[in-house]
């Protein structure tokens, strides 16, 4: 572990006054600190300022409005995952919330740093001084992908179990800037296939609240696969939400996590609806999760076995849910 870069904290109280903070050069935004601490132990980033938005009510609040639930930034797992009105009506939520790492890590991390979890990769997530042996990487410092040096995109891969959940949900986030206000977008268009830069957020822009809204007549689920549970990123994770009849689809939504540098909400699940779930629906849905997944390199376990895994739990899921 390296030495904490010297850095000044901020503690706003107000969104307007954290954006303002965080238009600065050299700023982030800090919430839990379970992803970005130990980054910066490792060497990763160099930041002038450290803008905390843990104390911002407005950030903290879980309530009902006309667009769904309004879920803000900076609740805690732990605080979404024992909330009444997801209780009530996002089971799906809370059951990806409680995969993530463990109890004591969600009581200090937070839903918008789980949506804004930086990308992963084997080549990245080292200390400083391997990282310099290795000539660093395209994601920090290099000019290079180790996983792919034929291509000039990172090939990292985002890990955050939320947001397969929230996509399924049809979520959008509302996001501050200090110069446009407010602006809500789907959250689908937050994320791009780029590790390096995952995140489409302009510079200072801050994620403040999430929407998502109820599925009352789906039957939802979420599963990942990882190599020791409580602990590590997923290797593969795939929410699922479906309708139907007995082994008829009616109407089905599924969004996978830790395959891509981004995650993904499945296209042409509709091509699945209203037949039976059979062995030929079956293998169209292993090759609508095949041809859109792109698991590389960028974990110690070999790629072909994630898109292996990706595969199966979502036919298993899926099978499982609509059988309920």
């Known amino acids: ?85 997801v209780l009530a009506n996002y089971s799906l939520l809370i059951e990806a919330a409680n995969t993530i790492a463990g109890t004591t890590h969600r009581h200090h991390a937070t839903v918008g740093g789980n949506l804004c979890l930086d990308t992963r990769c084997q080549y990245y997530n080292q200390s400083e001084w391997w990282r310099k042996s290795n000539s660093y990487c395209l994601k920090y410092k290099g000019d290079s992908c180790h996983v792919a040096p034929n291509g000039n995109v990172c090939r990292a891969a985002f890990s955050g179990d939320l947001a397969p959940a929230m996509l399924v949900h049809g979520a959008q986030v509302e996001i501050w800037s200090a110069k446009g206000g407010q602006r809500i977008i789907d959250l689908d268009d937050m994320y791009q296939d780029d590790g390096a830069n995952s995140l489409l957020l302009k510079p200072g822009e801050l994620l403040v609240a999430v929407l998502v809204k109820p599925l009352p007549t789906f039957n939802t689920g979420y599963r990942k696969v990882r190599v020791r549970g409580g602990l590590d990123f997923p290797l593969a994770g795939v929410a699922v939400a479906v309708q139907g009849r007995g082994n008829k689809l009616e109407q089905v939504m599924i ?28 293998k169209a849905l292993e ?38």
Do not use: W
């Open 287 to 324: 090759r609508l999760v095949r041809t859109q997944t792109k698991p590389m390199r960028s974990t110690f376990i070999p790629n072909q076995y994630r898109s292996k895994v990706a595969v199966n739990i979502s036919r298993r899921l899926l099978l499982d849910l609509l059988m309920r």
């Open 255 to 282: 969004a996978l996590t830790g395959t891509d540098s981004r995650p993904i909400l499945l296209k042409g699940c509709d091509d699945l609806c209203g037949k039976p779930l059979d062995d030929a629906a079956l």
């Open 1 to 85: 572990m390296e030495i904490l870069p010297e850095f000044e904290l901020h503690q706003p109280d107000s969104v307007a006054t954290a954006v303002k903070l965080g238009a600065q050069t050299g700023a982030k935004y800090l919430a839990g600190g379970t992803d970005l601490m130990p980054n910066l132990r490792h060497g990763l980033g160099d930041p002038i300022s450290l803008i905390d938005v843990s104390g911002i009510a407005d950030m903290q609040a879980i309530e009902n409005t006309a667009m769904g639930l309004r879920i803000g930034a900076s609740v805690t797992l732990q605080q979404l995952v024992t909330n009444p009105l």
